[in-house]
DNA sequence: TTGAAAGCGCTAACAT
DNA sequence: ATGTTAGCGCTTTCAA
């Protein structure tokens, strides 16, 4: 049977106000001996505090939510994995939400995190919901502490920590150019994300400083999963004679690899991959995956701390952009 | 500025109770006209009604607590997805608990959910756990509604759902025998956990069925995770002449694959390898992975079903055991 | 058809 | 050094 405060109060002789004071560590007045009687009393009838009543008392929950597009995504899971362990070092729980991008799930995943009084929301926003005004609209009134990640929201009244994704695709792109390539397909995610934009960005400006020309049949849009880097994958390898693709994220690296090995075409030497992640994964493939890398740790640890800072009341950064590295395996061919 | 109910209550010019039983649908007493015009000021103020208070009313929070060791593995977080999908359809949310496969961590972690005054726990106990006393005893006391899934531990007085781990054992060592391997390795998980153990005995009987002399030094343990499985490999690879390989999961077969590429042998030609799983990326290997698959749908889909018969009082099936399948794709080699 | 009052389990301001 | 009281925001019993 749990028992609650009022009852130990009684056991122990006390009132509730001193249990509490007790029981909460708080060193204040209260004598050796009923502080001692008191934690024993406790520990024997294994009292555990209601963080229900504990929240609505002190108007402090101790939840974070979390609210991320897919939590099988391997980026969003470790970057879930490293934000929770991180908070809860500091006392936090995470309350976790995926909206599989659906925007107006997302507007009710939030309604609910506040409706339990979490103390602070980690956000990435799919895509729906840039064009969602009411979201936004909500997001601005916003009184909690908030950060976003990954995907960006112009005009968001909070911080808003990413990598440089336009830069990452560049980089990527030069990549492939510097061994060679002049044919060179995309396969980007769904063009009303704004990473996805980006990363599309990067690459044709990587092209336009080579003095590449622009190939619109060589660019197909994906969705950031497998299935769908697959079906992209069979279509630009059906349909044209790249030499060359930069896959926007690993996940669909992986759909094209499968498209292409199943079209006899062998990478790197009949084609040549770079991807964008740097999933675990890309490393364990048979032909080890070229990819930039984004580094989780570092973008969980941007996200908490400043989550963390703004509870505090403390001052936070605008924005922050990290820059992403190119991690160089096999999946690139040396054309001379 | 969020409002509360009294604030509703006085400008609607009525109590607390009946603004209460209008917002909450209850179809008693009260009269249209009032009843509409609490519906346009709870719009109006865009009140939301705090689940933490009520909560503390009712004694329910429509919370769920799961439990799971490491939600960056694919099964997990794939489980994890279905189950959260699945119960926010019935009104739950999900607070979701990383152990990292830490004994004492889940203790703490339960007991975070049980002071949320969670309706239900969903638990993947780690290895450690089951040689902890203290945690089967809280566990044996729990009130509320509980299904345990994947690991199993004996005497839980509540419902427990995994798969036959012997039996997918013995059907992927089977395969390897009727493929005409007899020097078959075996790369298992943490001999603490009973699924790993599971695993290991499935073999060990396949062989024994097939008159193979079972042989220590063929045996190799990890801990179910990537890097452990690229190790086992290379002792393995390095210091024995098998044919062919069972690895008791797919994050260790695709360990197994970099140290199989690494020591320069091909899969399947050099060595045989069947995984344990089906993880999305066995597909995407540039050899893929026969593997035994478990249906994380059907697994979470009994989680679910089960929980919420316990949650409304039904009666609940003991345990229920998922048999899983071979699925065959290009790893194993048949030899002459 | 509606309201008053109590209570969920805790904390915090204010007394003593 | 300790207790009283009120209150967090809701639901629910009981009364009107």
């Given at each position: 049977?749990?028992?609650?405060?009022?009852?130990?109060?009684?056991?122990?002789?006390?009132?509730?106000?001193?249990?509490?004071?007790?029981?909460?560590?708080?060193?204040?007045?209260?004598?050796?001996?009923?502080?001692?009687?008191?934690?024993?009393?406790?520990?024997?009838?294994?009292?555990?505090?209601?963080?229900?009543?504990?929240?609505?008392?002190?108007?402090?929950?101790?939840?974070?939510?979390?609210?991320?597009?897919?939590?099988?995504?391997?980026?969003?899971?470790?970057?879930?994995?490293?934000?929770?362990?991180?908070?809860?070092?500091?006392?936090?729980?995470?309350?976790?939400?995926?909206?599989?991008?659906?925007?107006?799930?997302?507007?009710?995943?939030i309604d609910l995190l506040l409706s339990y009084g979490v103390d602070g929301l980690i956000i990435c926003i799919s895509h729906d919901s840039l064009f969602n005004n009411d979201l936004l609209h909500k997001l601005n009134q916003l009184e909690i502490a908030c950060v976003a990640f990954d995907r960006f929201i112009p005009d968001?009244?909070?911080?808003?920590?990413?990598?440089?994704?336009?830069?990452?695709?560049?980089?990527?792109?030069?990549?492939?150019?510097?061994?060679?390539?002049?044919?060179?397909?995309?396969?980007?995610?769904?063009?009303?994300?704004?990473?996805?934009?980006?990363?599309?960005?990067?690459?044709?400006?990587?092209?336009?400083?080579?003095?590449?020309?622009?190939?619109?049949?060589?660019?197909?849009?994906?969705?950031?999963?497998?299935?769908?880097?697959?079906?992209?994958?069979?279509?630009?390898?059906?349909?044209?004679?790249?030499?060359?693709?930069?896959?926007?994220?690993?996940?669909?690296?992986?759909?094209?690899?499968?498209?292409?090995?199943?079209?006899?075409?062998?990478?790197?030497?009949?084609?040549?991959?770079?991807?964008?992640?740097?999933?675990?994964?890309?490393?364990?493939?048979?032909?080890?995956?070229?990819?930039?890398?984004?580094?989780?740790?570092?973008?969980?640890?941007?996200?908490?701390?400043?989550?963390?800072?703004?509870?505090?009341?403390?001052?936070?950064?605008?924005?922050?952009?990290?820059?992403?590295?190119?991690?160089?395996?096999?999946?690139?061919?040396?054309?001379?």
């Amino acid at each position: 049977m749990r028992v609650n405060l009022k009852y130990i109060a009684e056991k122990a002789n006390l009132s509730p106000t001193t249990v509490s004071l007790i029981l909460n560590g708080k060193n204040v007045r209260v004598s050796q001996e009923k502080r001692e009687l008191v934690l024993k009393i406790a520990e024997k009838y294994n009292y555990k505090p209601s963080s229900l009543a504990r929240a609505l008392a002190t108007k402090k929950t101790n939840i974070i939510g979390l609210v991320i597009p897919d939590i099988t995504n391997y980026f969003f899971a470790e970057t879930a994995l490293i934000i929770e362990t991180t908070l809860r070092k500091y006392g936090y729980s995470l309350i976790l939400c995926n909206t599989a991008d659906q925007g107006n799930d997302e507007h009710k995943y939030i309604d609910l995190l506040l409706s339990y009084g979490v103390d602070g929301l980690i956000i990435c926003i799919s895509h729906d919901s840039l064009f969602n005004n009411d979201l936004l609209h909500k997001l601005n009134q916003l009184e909690i502490a908030c950060v976003a990640f990954d995907r960006f929201i112009p005009d968001l009244p909070f911080p808003y920590v990413s990598i440089d994704n336009e830069y990452g695709a560049r980089i990527a792109t030069d990549y492939l150019i510097s061994n060679g390539h002049r044919k060179i397909g995309f396969i980007g995610g769904a063009t009303n994300v704004l990473s996805a934009r980006q990363r599309f960005d990067g690459y044709k400006k990587s092209l336009e400083k080579a003095g590449i020309t622009f190939n619109q049949s060589y660019v197909k849009h994906g969705n950031y999963q497998f299935e769908s880097g697959y079906v992209a994958g069979k279509e630009l390898l059906e349909t044209n004679d790249v030499s060359a693709v930069f896959v926007a994220n690993d996940m669909m690296a992986y759909g094209f690899y499968k498209a292409a090995r199943e079209l006899g075409k062998k990478i790197p030497d009949d084609i040549s991959v770079v991807g964008f992640d740097d999933l675990l994964f890309s490393e364990a493939l048979d032909v080890p995956l070229t990819t930039i890398k984004q580094s989780t740790k570092e973008l969980a640890k941007y996200v908490c701390d400043i989550l963390l800072k703004e509870i505090k009341g403390e001052k936070v950064p605008r924005n922050i952009l990290l820059n992403p590295t190119l991690t160089v395996r096999s999946s690139v061919k040396r054309l001379k």
